[in-house]
């Protein structure tokens, strides 16, 4: 039994690995993400937990209603109530039961306090609406780049391949011209060594995919991942969305969330103030009284309040000075929020303008290295010169290719960078 234990999370670990793996788009990956991810869960509960908080806030302006039913035995000394002996009458009166079933309801009709302080919840509803958001971007975020890694592992695994081809094909030429007496034996061994050092990069890229593919399945809390849309790697899309600094400082969930922080501490503020001032209340309570329920009669009170305080030891005042100390740290925070905002804007749009250009400028070198390689081969082939310069030429492919994925990676990257620093994350990748 105690094996049988002992076993069960390694029969679990090897099932988990049995699974197929989900084939997801970059969008797949994305909204699986949203709907699996614990702390965007949290995030909902959250705002759950302030939306109950907004009710309880209500509630003290609504009526209050309650039943009871109250059967009590009660003896009373006659002596300690008047306050002096009567000659004649007894000392206590009673027992005698007390029977009375009934209602009472109660109504604040005038509370400033109660008011802003309702108002006030229903701002930090905003508040953690915004922040959810906020930790969706994030995590789309990171998804995204999970993916992305994934894709140019994936590129790298092709552009590897393909060099390995032409190594191959190179010193099966070398071999045949050695072997027909056009080559020379130190030509095979340099096509053979290049072959062997692009199975190695081939390997090498392999292995880079398969880690990359774990940490996006880790990512998405799933047993294995593979991808669906591995030629868009090559694609460079425009960024569809505004990327000027105002329309980030409106869209950027974390200047929503502040803003709505920032009316709940101003309502805050005057719910404290409003303590200062008259309050109303109204009381009312019917029921039936008497000794026991048939000889019990109607019985009812009701009641208007008008109160207000004149000293509170500093209370008031204290809640007072404390929500304006919160709102002052709150404009210190926006302040430095708008620069971070700016400063990650800019940054984004610099490199993404940058990676552009690289892409463009590797592009075509790609296409001068691939050239190249096929010029030194015709010249290899005919004779004219040896492989060195077919390995030279094979090694600026190598480069260029290498940098054309780079480039491409980077522009993909810093696409979804300028998405995160303009609030447009989500909006960009779902859709």
């Given at each position: 039994?105690?094996?049988?234990?002992?076993?069960?999370?390694?029969?679990?670990?090897?099932?988990?690995?049995?699974?197929?793996?989900?084939?997801?788009?970059?969008?797949?990956a994305v909204d699986l993400a949203l709907r699996q991810n614990p702390q965007i869960q949290?995030?909902?509960?959250?705002?759950?937990?302030?939306?109950?908080?907004?009710?309880?806030?209500?509630?003290?302006?609504?009526?209050?209603?309650?039943?009871?039913?109250?059967?009590?035995?009660?003896?009373?000394?006659?002596?300690?109530?008047?306050?002096?002996?009567?000659?004649?009458?007894?000392?206590?009166?009673?027992?005698?039961?007390?029977?009375?079933?009934?209602?009472q309801a109660s109504l604040s009709v005038f509370d400033l306090s109660l008011w802003n302080r309702y108002k006030a919840s229903k701002a930090m509803v905003d508040s953690e609406t915004a922040q959810e958001l906020s930790t969706r971007e994030q995590y789309v975020l990171l998804v995204?780049?999970?993916?992305?890694?994934?894709?140019?592992?994936?590129?790298?695994?092709?552009?590897?391949?393909?060099?390995?081809?032409?190594?191959k094909a190179l010193f099966d030429l070398a071999s045949d011209l050695q072997k027909n007496g056009a080559g020379t034996r130190i030509d095979?061994?340099?096509?053979?060594?290049?072959m062997q050092n692009e199975q190695q990069r081939l390997i090498v890229a392999k292995t880079q995919y398969e880690t990359s593919l774990y940490a996006l399945a880790r990512l998405l809390n799933v047993a294995a991942v593979d991808l669906d849309d591995t030629g868009t790697f090559f694609q460079t899309p425009d960024f569809p969305g505004d990327s000027a600094l105002t329309s980030a400082w409106l869209q950027r969930p974390e200047m929503k969330a502040l803003a709505a922080r920032m009316r709940s501490l101003e309502l805050e503020e005057k719910a404290a103030k409003a303590e200062n001032l008259p309050k109303l209340n109204v009381t009312a309570g019917y029921s039936l009284q008497g000794t026991h329920l048939n000889n019990a009669i109607p019985a009812y009170s009701y009641a208007?309040?008008?109160?207000?305080?004149?000293?509170?030891?500093?209370?008031?005042?204290?809640?007072?000075?404390?929500a304006q100390i919160e709102i002052k740290k709150l404009l210190q925070q926006r302040h430095e929020l708008e620069n971070q905002i700016g400063q990650e804007v800019k940054t984004s749009q610099a490199e993404l303008k940058a990676a552009r250009t690289q892409v463009d400028v590797a592009n075509s070198t790609v296409e001068l290295a691939r050239e190249e390689v096929s010029q030194a081969r015709d010249r290899f082939s005919a004779g004219v010169a040896n492989n060195i310069e077919v390995i030279t030429a094979q090694d600026e492919l190598a480069r260029a290719s290498d940098q054309q994925i780079a480039a491409l990676y980077r522009y993909n990257q810093a696409r979804a960078e300028l998405a995160r620093a303009t609030g447009q994350m989500e909006l960009m990748y779902t859709r």
């Open positions: 039994m105690n094996k049988a234990i002992w076993l069960l999370p390694l029969a679990l670990v090897v099932a988990q690995g049995q699974q197929p793996a989900v084939k997801l788009t970059l969008r797949g949290i995030a909902k509960l959250s705002i759950a937990e302030s939306q109950q908080d907004s009710v309880i806030a209500k509630s003290g302006l609504l009526p209050q209603v309650g039943v009871s039913v109250k059967e009590s035995v009660q003896r009373g000394n006659i002596e300690t109530t008047l306050g002096k002996r009567i000659p004649g009458f007894p000392q206590h009166v009673g027992p005698f039961p007390i029977f009375q079933p009934g209602a995204v780049s999970q993916y992305l890694a994934s894709l140019r592992a994936s590129a790298d695994i092709t552009a590897a391949q393909s060099r390995f081809d032409l190594a095979s061994l340099r096509a053979q060594v290049q208007a309040e008008l109160s207000m305080p004149l000293y509170t030891g500093g209370r008031i005042g204290a809640l007072t000075a404390k």
